[in-house]
């Protein structure tokens, strides 16, 4: 597995509208969720404002200072997925979000990915000074919460929304 971290730059544009294509077409089909949030916020055809607009920079009607980071399989030149990290946590990310949202490509799901790519999201975490990091995940999402433990992640405790979806809480101190 030869896979890092990289900033979206021009280079990935292509790339980029066929992951979130793939993505879309899934939630349609499948009706799974778009995560991280970050990446499908804006509309990926007009590319320069996308990328303009993919991190909030400073605090923005309830959201904090964040960075995104694709998850790129060096050897196939690949998107396999995205991470994004939010600096802090607010009351909202507190109860339902945490630091670190993420995220794999459907056609790449269950190999490992995201186990890896929380591991290196945990690393920038790191840089950020961050000590210790929130992961939220539906309780039925079994993939998410094995890479979450994988990575040190404790459960902490399950909370309803209010769609009464159960989420599980995870700490993993760094």
């Known amino acids: 597995m030869n896979v890092k971290l990289i900033k979206l730059t021009k280079k990935y544009e292509k790339q980029l509208g066929e992951m979130i294509d793939e993505w879309r077409r899934d939630q349609e089909e499948n009706h799974t969720n778009h995560s991280p949030y970050a990446i499908f916020k804006n509309d990926y055809h007009d590319f320069d404002h996308y990328l303009e607009n993919l991190e909030f920079?400073?605090?923005?009607?309830?959201?904090?200072?964040?960075?995104?980071?694709?998850?790129?399989?060096?050897?196939?030149?690949?998107?396999l997925g995205a991470v994004n990290i939010r600096h802090y946590l607010n009351e909202a990310l507190l109860r339902d979000g945490g630091h670190i949202g993420d995220g794999i490509r459907p056609s790449e799901r269950r190999r490992g990915y995201a186990t890896e790519?929380?591991?290196?999201?945990?690393?920038?975490?790191?840089?950020?000074?961050?000590?210790?990091?929130?992961?939220?995940?539906?309780?039925?999402?079994?993939?998410?919460?094995?890479?979450i433990v994988r990575n040190g992640g404790v459960l902490e405790n399950e909370i309803t929304d209010e769609d009464g979806t159960v989420e599980q809480r995870y700490w993993i101190e760094l």
């Open 57 to 79: 920079k400073t605090e923005t009607d309830g959201r904090v200072p964040d960075s995104v980071f694709f998850l790129l399989d060096a050897d196939r030149d690949r998107l």
């Open 117 to 147: 790519m929380i591991r290196l999201a945990l690393i920038e975490c790191k840089k950020l000074g961050i000590k210790r990091v929130l992961m939220v995940c539906d309780k039925d999402n079994i993939g998410s919460a094995k890479s």
